[in-house]
């Protein structure tokens, strides 16, 4: 079998947003949107302070509860773990919305014109996007970026053409995409070598993205 | 994913450099669609080349979007409203190109027949460019016809010299040939890092340096008011005291002197630092009578010999009875016979002696147990003895190193920290070896391609550095430019960057009231502005608005309106970064991080059809040079490389026909051909074809010329630490130039002139100064106010990029004035509430921003803004210091250098929205 | 961006509509049926229960992205209960539509049966959310039952006030009043007390607040009226108008705030901060949440999404 995970190491992260950015490219999403984006996280009081940064998205359950409760069968899970949306099944009901405990889904109803309604950049006429007005909308592992790979001979997360691209452009090196099921996977070797957590891994349902924390010693 | 509907849209991938930054430069690709820009991507193919994989920084990602950015000035632009102000509109009007180069070429003819300089003996034309250098690098063939234009003034500046790491510039190459310092971070263990903020400055290098360095376990401490990016990436945050710096090196100098001095490099100290010259009476070195050489002490024989006698065992300590002759400033000269002296090594201990780390701990407010045990640290993790191979060389391996942020490494303090740093490094027998503190890069001394190039031996056995003369007969006694470099500062040197490394804001202040006996004060007939708003990035920008609406004729090359160019005459669109064509150097090593394998050449072209009559740079310039009467002038400046690389060598002649007009093409075909044929020793030429197909082309880069040490034991040279001798000359032979001609407002200035820096109450000279100019009580300003680096933002004209501003706000830190939580409690202010920011200058708005990674003492404002003019940023109601601190004299060091510190009130705003 | 839970705003009055009316309709459906089939004349009152139930559906119709597709709502009824009360309600609104036509009670039957399920859908609805710590705890679902069915007695209550001329105000239905306030009171009373413990700190805050309101309109009014005509001090019709509105109003408003108001959503945490190198790790944080180990001084800085805190234990997810 085969799985995809996200691995984020919140030791190397910088909180550049670089990511954000190239997700926003990739994947042309209106002003607002970030299906990947990167939280600024302050514990501790002063003057014992520590500072994280945390990309979020997408877990990519595997007991994703928005598959659960979208009742128009708009949003499935591939058997790779890949959580997908269809955009024309889907009615923009937001209850998947309201299922994410990951804050992972948006419904917006704005075209992609970063200057505001009236004014259209030459390259976003060519990413209008309608199919996704008022619908669900989420990061997708740059799923079509994946299969493109994978119908190709090219290895998801480690061949940049087969990867997301907010691996791609991660400038810490702080992202990682890969096959847990393949023990010999890049992904599977982080989690062997790190300490990690899943985040609300309370709520058990077996999300797909891990934050390395530090390297086992 | 598009659905095309007809045919799959043409796809390509164009390979291009970003350097919005000096971070950079870096490569990327550009993915087209039917001759769209559409997205931006690393340039993978470059992976084994770039130290980073090919990738770019978050900056980058805008780039689309500032290609196609609907408020663009597409179209040259006159003004057609004469009056100029803030609360001018300037109307105006498109023009054609014809019109637009004919009008400045006219008043440049009109300049060059009057001999370009003016009746202060100030050039006409005035040029400010900002970024730090990088709009060379988008600037294409200017800097050619610059030189055919000079005399020309770059001190106007928009934050260069006061902003920058002025102090580091300047002492950083006199010491190391560090124009900027960075840590050998792949092999390094520990660093010190006094307010550096690398995870936002340090760009794509500088992050995944060290977060490779923090998956091998390296202990970065962040000494630092704020807990910024690199503070939270960093092992431990000290933080402390704003602008106290100084104190806690000189503490940490304390205890490795007087406590662990037995367990210093001392080989390192006697061999490569100036440690063991004898100091005469009147604090210059004593000499040999016959070769003025300075004089050790060398144990074996127990006797005074010139430095560089061989076979010697040189004392660190010690008295001894010598004779010698001194050479003081000028033609001071005293001969001493028997006297009883000690070495620079001895004063230094003495100096530092009472800075202990219970002082400190009291100027810094940081317990000293924390300051005694970094000390041995620092000490502990550099491996005193230890050595690796690099390039077949056995090296010392010290993997420990300081660097220091801006607000450290400028301003009042400046010195004394760039200094301590060094000193620190040299203790260990860290500089500039592997694991250790190097530099960067050289912009004052050249090449600038290869730093230990630029090595040449001094009389007295260490660097020679190009010093402006402080003699009599050559002291440039009449400032040749407004901000009067060459004649206050003498280690600003004298190449193309020496002007922005002078006192840039006194360029700004003499416009309103000069100092005394100074030539009269005057404005640019011509001023040339690109990739710069000093109106935004300067201090007292209310004061730097109002003194350009003074200047007569302003000519921007403009990207959006923007609060400078609202006060041109002419704007001018250039081909922004995905639509101009140029060829530059990158790789070597260079500042910040940017530490190759290879060096080489890198294209930046056109990625699709450039944007409304938006024109290449180059274009533009060949205009100008041609209706100026100036093509051969201009021409022939390019031949001799003014963009990067002469066109003509021993080896090679691609050179230009001066006397014609010659394409974009054409020029950078020769360009590249010249760089390809000096790549390959004059072997191969490629051309245009091949750098827009590939990109770029390199050459190995030997590691070890990361390094200037193993150059300075080939040369047999030490680096001219602790004792400052020849700056106190300087210093001196300055002092007596300036009173001579009853020039007394440097004299506090003169004073850092000594040659072991004196310590100061650093925030007491803010806060005096403030008290003095604005006959205010300053416990009125209870807050200090600092700044901080947005990485998302600075710099490249992002501020009315959408894409940046979204990202941008995801970091708590840029939303407003960040305050200490309890400490806005206190005061009865939440997280969202509006404030009002007052200084003894002026006041500004913002909105508070609650943390508790920040000193309750201090608060901070990220970035620059407070716009009013720039499309999309004047709506964003984010405040900024810099219409908040002063252009004062008293807040400038020897340097010509200031800090981005303020003093200011907040108070809650009430009744607003 | 703050990194504590916000409030949802996908689900506005329109989706609290749906479970307004549609609960309050489907309770009355029920206690039509049943006093229906103890012989009164009100058949009739099937015609504003199911246009309850028609209203509340037409409100999330308006609120969805693409009401033109509306019909996919139908296509997953192996998991979704959205698909299934759609489905439910398929059939419920001919039953319901049809015993008012046709005034059979054996429909009529089958409509309260079919309403029961739909409410149930809806209880169930709610708790599958599992991004919604207000709405996903099991005690949501008898809470909702619960107030459907107050709600729909009210209504009844009004109804039979209102139309029936010789409405008379049994022992019977004083008793069935006072068990559907007591129960629903205990309900509410769970829901609440399983979110004090732990919930995002505004759920919180907003709940308390509703509690008092809640208390007074949903039980304490109308049970001292109930008390009183039992004891014959108050006039029965006056007694069934207020107490019915009660009965009404405050599931209404519970609804609304639980929709509307205190549907925060479970927001961001680290259970560690990373060592950074040579450094030591650092503790976590679950910022704008009570869990059961904060203390009421740190619940009430929590209040504030930039507040962090010190004392959570560590939680380790290896």
């Known amino acids: ?217 | 994913m598009t659905h095309e509907a007809h045919r799959p849209p043409e796809k390509k991938k164009v390979h291009t450099y970003c350097y919005q930054c000096v971070a950079g430069p870096d490569l990327l690709d550009v993915q087209v669609e039917d001759d769209t820009a559409t997205q931006i991507q690393p340039n993978f193919e470059a992976a084994d080349v770039s130290p980073v994989g090919g990738k770019v920084c978050v900056k980058a990602y805008g780039l689309i979007q500032k290609m196609y950015n609907p408020h663009r000035i597409l179209s040259p632009m006159k003004r057609t409203n004469p009056t100029k102000g803030r609360d001018e509109n300037p109307d105006f009007i498109p023009i054609s190109w014809d019109e637009a180069l004919d009008t400045i070429a006219e008043k440049i003819k009109e300049i060059k027949a009057s001999g370009g300089v003016d009746d202060s003996g100030y050039p006409r034309i005035a040029a400010s460019f900002g970024g730090g250098g990088t709009s060379t690098y988008y600037m294409g063939t200017f800097p050619a016809f610059l030189k055919a234009i000079a005399p020309i003034d770059f001190g106007f500046g928009s934050g260069q010299g006061v902003k920058c790491y002025h102090s580091e510039h300047l002492y950083g190459e006199y010491w190391h040939r560090a124009f900027i310092v960075a840590p050998d971070t792949p092999n390094c263990d520990y660093i010190l890092s006094f307010g550096m903020n690398i995870e936002a400055s340090g760009g794509v290098c500088g992050v995944k340096r060290h977060a490779d360095a923090r998956d091998r376990g390296i202990k970065r401490v962040q000494i630092e008011p704020h807990l910024s990016q690199t503070g939270a990436t960093s092992a431990e945050w000290v933080p402390i005291r704003p602008k106290t710096d100084p104190a806690f090196m000189f503490a940490l100098l304390n205890v490795l002197l007087h406590e662990q001095r037995e367990n210093l490099d001392l080989p390192f100290l006697k061999s490569r630092t100036g440690s063991p010259y004898l100091v005469a009476p009147n604090g210059f070195f004593l000499r040999d009578p016959k070769t003025d050489k300075p004089l050790v002490y060398d144990l074996k024989t127990g006797q005074a010999v010139p430095f560089d006698t061989v076979d010697t065992d040189l004392a660190l300590e010690g008295h001894f009875v010598v004779s010698g002759s001194e050479r003081g400033a000028d033609q001071d000269r005293w001969e001493h016979q028997d006297i009883k002296v000690t070495t620079a090594f001895e004063h230094l201990l003495e100096h530092i002696k009472p800075y202990t780390p219970l002082w400190a701990s009291r100027v810094c407010d940081i317990d000293n147990k924390i300051i005694r045990r970094i000390a041995l640290e620092f000490l502990q993790h550099a491996r005193i003895g230890e050595t690796t191979v690099i390039d077949g060389r056995t090296l010392p391996l010290r993997p420990v190193a300081v660097v220091l942020g801006k607000t450290v490494n400028n301003g009042w303090g400046g010195y004394q920290c760039c200094w301590a740093r060094t000193l620190l490094a040299c203790l260990v027998g860290g500089l500039e070896v592997p694991g250790g503190t190097l530099g960067t890069t050289v912009r004052l001394n050249r090449p600038a391609s290869d730093r230990n190039l630029s090595v040449h031996p001094s009389a007295d056995g260490f660097m020679d550095y190009p010093l402006n003369p402080t003699d009599e007969e050559h002291w440039l006694a009449r400032p040749d430019v407004r901000n009067a470099n060459r004649t206050l500062v003498p280690l600003v040197a004298n190449s193309p960057w020496s002007q922005a490394l002078g006192p840039t804001h006194l360029a700004w202040m003499q416009q309103v009231k000069g100092p005394d006996n100074w030539p009269q004060a005057t404005p640019p007939d011509l001023w040339f502005v690109y990739r710069t708003n000093p109106a935004i990035s300067f201090w007292d920008t209310n004061h730097v608005v109002k003194t350009m609406a003074t200047f007569p004729f302003t000519v921007c090359f403009a990207y959006t309106a923007d609060e400078t160019n609202h006060m041109a005459d002419i704007l001018l669109p250039d081909c922004t970064d995905l639509e101009g064509l140029q060829l530059i150097r990158l790789g070597g090593t260079k500042f910040i991080e940017q530490f190759w394998d290879v060096q080489g050449f890198a294209l930046r072209q056109p990625v699709a059809e450039p944007q409304g009559d938006s024109r290449d740079f180059t274009w533009i310039t060949t205009e100008l040079a041609k209706r100026s009467g100036l093509l051969e002038s201009y021409n022939e400046a390019l031949n001799h490389g003014a963009v990067g690389i002469s066109l003509k060598s021993d080896i090679y002649d691609h050179s230009l026909d001066i006397t014609k007009e010659h394409t974009v093409e054409a020029i950078w075909e020769a360009v590249c051909q010249s760089a390809s044929a000096e790549m390959s020793a004059g072997k191969e030429h490629q051309g245009l074809d091949y750098y827009r197909k590939n990109g770029y082309r390199f050459i190995p880069f030997e590691r070890i010329k990361w390094y200037l040490t193993p150059t300075m034991e080939d040369l047999g040279l030490r680096y001219e630490m602790p004792y400052q001798e020849q700056l106190t000359r300087v210093g001196t032979q300055l002092g007596r130039r300036l009173h001579s001609r009853g020039i007394s407002w440097w004299d506090e200035q003169l004073e850092e002139y000594h040659a072991l820096p004196d310590m100061m109450d650093f925030p007491g000279i803010w806060e005096q100064a403030l008290e003095r100019n604005f006959k205010i009580n300053i416990d009125d300003y209870p807050f200090w106010l600092i700044t901080s680096r947005s990485m998302q933002y600075a710099w490249g004209g992002n501020a009315s990029i959408q894409i940046i501003h979204e990202v941008s706000k995801n970091i708590r830190t840029h939303g407003g004035l960040v305050m200490n939580t309890d400490r806005a409690h206190e005061l009865g202010l939440e997280d969202g509430d509006r404030v009002e920011i007052r200084s003894p200058l002026s006041a500004t708005r913002g909105i508070v921003v609650t943390r508790q990674g920040i000193r309750p003492d201090t608060v901070m404002l990220m970035g620059q803004f407070d716009h009013w003019a720039t499309p999309f940023a004047r709506d964003f109601a984010m405040p900024s210091m810099n219409s908040l601190v002063p252009m004062l004299l008293d807040l400038t060091d020897s340097s010509g250098s200031g800090a981005d510190l303020a003093r200011v009130s907040i108070s809650k705003l009430r009744g607003e929205a | 961006m703050s990194i504590g839970p916000k409030l949802q705003h996908n689900w506005d009055w329109r989706a609290a509509g749906n479970f307004i009316a549609g609960g309050s309709g489907a309770g009355l459906l029920l206690f039509t049926s049943i006093q229906a089939w103890m012989g009164q004349d009100v058949t009739l009152y099937a015609l504003p229960a199911s246009l309850l139930i028609m209203v509340g559906l037409g409100l999330v119709w308006l609120e969805i992205g693409r009401p033109m597709r509306s019909l996919n709502v139908f296509l997953n009824p192996r998991t979704s209960w959205m698909s299934r009360e759609s489905i439910v309600a398929l059939g419920l609104l001919p039953l319901g539509f049809l015993s008012y036509f046709t005034h059979s009670l054996a429909i009529l039957a089958a409509a309260a049966v079919t309403a029961m399920l739909f409410l149930y859908c809806q209880a169930s609805i709610l708790k599958a959310a599992k991004g919604i710590p207000a709405w996903r705890v099991r005690e949501i679902v008898p809470y909702i039952l619960s107030t459907g069915l107050a709600e729909g007695f009210g209504l009844l209550l009004l109804l039979n006030s209102a139309l029936q001329p010789q409405f008379e105000v049994t022992r019977l239905l004083l008793n069935t009043a006072l068990v559907l306030l007591l129960g629903r009171m205990v309900f509410w009373h769970r829901y609440w007390r399983v979110l004090s413990t732990e919930a995002p700190t505004r759920t919180i805050k907003v709940l308390n607040a509703a509690y008092p309101v809640f208390f007074l309109i949903g039980f304490l009014v109308p049970t001292v009226l109930i008390i009183s005509a039992r004891l014959q001090l108050t006039n029965p019709i006056i007694l069934s108008l207020i107490t019915g509105f009660c009965m009404i109003l405050a599931g209404w408003m519970s609804k609304m705030t639980i929709i509307t108001r205190a549907a925060y959503n479970q927001g961001y945490a680290i259970p560690v901060t990373p060592s950074r190198g040579g450094g030591k790790p650092g503790p976590g944080l679950t910022p704008g949440w009570k869990t059961r180990n904060t203390t009421q001084a740190t619940l009430d800085r929590n209040l504030s999404e930039n507040s962090s805190i010190t004392n959570l234990p560590r939680r380790n997810h290896v």
């Open chain 1, 1 to 217: 079998m085969t799985r995809y995970v996200m691995v984020a190491d919140i030791n190397r992260c910088v909180g550049c947003q670089t990511c954000t950015a190239a997700c926003k490219h990739t994947n042309a999403t209106a002003p607002g949107v970030q299906w990947r984006k990167v939280l600024d996280f302050e514990t501790g009081r002063f003057p014992n302070v520590h500072r994280a940064f945390i990309p979020v998205g997408c877990n990519h359950c595997l007991d994703a509860p928005c598959a659960d409760v979208c009742p128009t069968t708009a949003t499935q899970k591939r058997p790779d773990g890949i959580v997908t949306i269809n955009y024309d099944t889907c009615i923009g009901c937001a209850y998947c919305i309201e299922a994410c405990p990951y804050q992972a889904r948006e419904r917006v109803d704005i075209p992609n014109r970063a200057y505001g309604t009236r004014v259209q950049m030459k390259h976003e006429q060519r990413v209008e996007h309608l199919e996704r007005r008022a619908v669900a909308q989420k990061c997708t592992f740059c799923v079509d970026r994946v299969d493109f790979g994978l119908a190709n001979g090219l290895i998801p997360g480690i061949d940049p053409e087969a990867t997301p691209a907010c691996v791609n452009a991660c400038i810490a090196d702080a992202l990682s995409f890969g096959d847990i099921e393949d023990e010999n996977s890049n992904v599977a070797e982080l989690l062997r070598s790190h300490e990690y957590f899943r985040m609300h891994e309370e709520l058990d349902i077996g999300s797909g993205f891990y934050y390395l924390w530090t390297p086992r010693k």
